[in-house]
């Protein structure tokens, strides 16, 4: 088939089109842009054919950018390839809307298999979050040790302070220079644990919401340390909550204990059961590690009341059972590692992982990410004459 050569009147780009069309509408696969085949250029006929207007019983030719040398394709097939890339942020999830290339296989357009209020809980595979994970530790990890080194400093000197207080009076009765104060210190004991059960819900939400500050690339993460107060309280609700329920089953599994201990010759069950009730504790524990790791996320993101950020947080790992699996296996061995290395690597391994956690919350929830992997240079089809410097 006879070729006609004509470049696009809107964006400049050489296409090939058949000689039999000249005098029809074409689209221009780069931008788009429709336009009528004209009678200049070359490889075309002797004898051209009139040009025919358009109708609609006639539809525009796709016309079709030149094949290299040596290339496979058919004729009259389109190469996709070719394709200037997308700008949108839409075709890639980024929240910096950075221009990628739409036929570039990516992980950032799953449909919802979930709705909980605003909530939508998608199904990604573990690459999906382990990979921007690392490529944002790699660009963005100094806002992530820093918040990990002004939290192990804050609540040394937080902690440690009362402590020393409790202990001088402690040293103070023992002498017997304080007398009279052991009412003193047992109610500075009851005060200073509510104290650090708070610090600690204050601290860990403030954590995790540097980490999604910084899968989101968004400015200042580090004020993010201090959370809103309405946000540690939902997570100190749903933490006592969880408790609540572990403390009744942990009392209903000494109370068994006890009764088989009881009867007469009972002693070695009862001690049986105890090491299966250690053994089905530690499951327990790393179950719902499985089921809860995206809790601490949901709720610290702030779209869900106490009880319903535990809710959420199930259901998206059950959504995503091997995911989240995976997720919580790749977290234990980074902290083993941390601590192998005479617990001087939690400082890298500990904010690693929780960069992990949040990239996993916000990307099973199909929300936004700066991935630094989304940049791409502009793609230039070969058919571009090369630019002079």
């Known amino acids: 088939m006879s070729l006609h050569r004509q470049p696009c009147p809107s964006c400049g780009r050489e296409l090939e089109l058949p000689a039999d069309a000249i005098g029809r509408m074409a689209k221009c696969p780069a931008c788009e842009a429709t336009f009528r085949i004209a009678e200049t250029g070359g490889n075309r006929p002797a004898a051209s054919p009139d040009p025919v207007p358009p109708s609609a019983s006639q539809p525009p030719v796709p016309s079709q950018p030149p094949e290299s040398a040596g290339s496979e394709n058919p004729a009259g097939s389109e190469n996709p390839f070719q394709t200037p890339i997308a700008r949108s942020s839409e075709t890639t999830g980024s929240a910096s809307g950075?221009?990628?290339n739409p036929y570039q296989a990516t992980s950032y357009s799953a449909e919802p298999v979930l709705q909980l209020g605003e909530t939508e809980i998608v199904q990604r595979p573990i690459e999906d979050i382990v990979s921007p994970t690392l490529a944002i530790f790699g660009q963005r990890w100094s806002p992530l040790i820093l918040a990990a080194l002004i939290?192990?400093?804050?609540?040394?000197?937080?902690?440690g302070v009362p402590f020393l207080l409790m202990s001088i009076i402690g040293s103070m009765i023992d002498n017997g220079a304080l007398p009279n104060g052991g009412p003193i210190l047992a109610i500075a004991a009851l005060l200073f644990f509510p104290f650090i059960a708070f610090l600690s819900c204050y601290t860990t939400v403030g954590f995790a919401r540097v980490s999604l500050a910084v899968a989101r690339n968004q400015p200042s993460p580090l004020s993010q340390l201090l959370p809103p107060l309405v946000i540690v309280f939902r997570f100190a609700v749903g933490l006592v909550a969880l408790l609540f329920a572990?403390?009744?089953?942990?009392l209903v599994v000494l109370v068994?204990?006890?009764l088989v201990g009881s009867i007469e010759g009972g002693e070695v069950i009862a001690a049986g059961l105890a090491i299966l009730a250690m053994i089905v504790a530690t499951v327990f524990v790393f179950a719902a590690q499985w089921l809860l790791w995206p809790w601490i996320f949901v709720v610290s993101d702030g779209k869900t009341s106490a009880l319903g950020s535990i809710r959420v947080g199930y259901h998206i790992t059950m959504s995503n059972k091997v995911t989240s699996l995976l997720?919580?296996?790749i977290a234990t061995?980074?902290?083993?590692?941390g601590s192998a290395a005479c617990y001087v690597g939690q400082f890298v391994t500990t904010p690693l992982t929780m960069l992990m956690f949040a990239v996993g919350y916000l990307l099973l929830t199909n929300q936004a990410i700066d991935n630094p992997k989304d940049s791409m240079a502009p793609y230039v089809p070969p058919s571009y004459p090369p630019q002079q410097n």
Not at 333 to 337: D, K
């Open 98 to 100: 950075r221009p990628v």
């Open 151 to 159: 939290l192990l400093v804050a609540t040394g000197i937080i902690f």
């Open 246 to 250: 572990l403390a009744l089953v942990s």
């Open 256 to 258: 068994v204990i006890g």
């Open 327 to 329: 997720v919580v296996i």
């Open 333 to 337: 061995v980074l902290s083993m590692a």
